[in-house]
């Protein structure tokens, strides 16, 4: 009888001490930085949520053009370093430095130029995509633009569309 309450005393011990260590082992992930990574958004914002809401389009569609506008919400400057999208059926454009408008695409060689864009505090910057349905099969569709900054943040503007026949 005292030799099963002395196995059940150091199995509950055991059972203790593995969860300490695991719940040592995440906070100590957190504390270096991990847990932080995912908590880190942004401070660019989407302007209008609904700009990517395209609805139904026909897969024989020609292109379509939409405007959309990034707000810089932080104290200081944002550099944009990159844009890309998750699809070959649409392409982003921004203006650069020199006032030219530069077209980003799925994250191919061609696309990977610097960008340098500047956005000062509490301004605003102009951008678009282009949606080619062209080929693409029937169906309920999500895909984004993605907008990073130089400290590696990104802002996603969502594109949603129903290709139809």
């Known amino acids: 009888m005292i030799l099963c309450k002395v196995i059940n005393h150091f199995g509950a011990m055991k059972t203790l001490?593995?969860?300490l260590v695991a719940f040592?082992?995440?906070?100590?992930i957190y504390w270096i930085g991990w847990g932080s990574l995912k908590a880190e958004k942004s401070d660019l914002v989407l302007l209008n949520e609904e700009v990517g809401s395209l609805e139904r389009?026909?897969?024989?569609?020609?292109p379509i053009r939409r405007d959309f506008t990034l707000v810089n919400k932080s104290?200081?400057?944002i550099i944009i370093a990159k844009v890309y999208t998750d699809c070959s059926c649409l392409f982003s454009s921004i203006?650069?430095?020199d006032?030219?408008?530069?077209?980003?695409?799925l994250p191919k060689e061609v696309f990977t130029r610097p960008i340098g864009?500047?956005?000062k505090k509490r301004e605003e910057v102009k951008m678009s995509f282009e949606f080619r349905p062209g080929g693409l099969?029937?169906?309920?569709k999500q895909y984004a633009v993605f907008v990073e900054t130089k400290n590696k943040l990104i802002t996603k503007v969502p594109i949603t569309v129903e290709i139809v026949r």
Not at 99 to 105: E, P, Q
Request: charged share 5%.
């Open 17 to 19: 001490f593995y969860l």
């Open 24 to 28: 040592g082992l995440i906070a100590f």
């Open 57 to 62: 389009i026909s897969s024989i569609a020609p």
């Open 75 to 77: 104290d200081s400057e």
């Open 95 to 97: 203006p650069s430095p």
């Open 99 to 105: 006032g030219n408008n530069l077209t980003f695409g």
């Open 117 to 119: 864009t500047v956005v």
């Open 137 to 140: 099969s029937p169906g309920f």
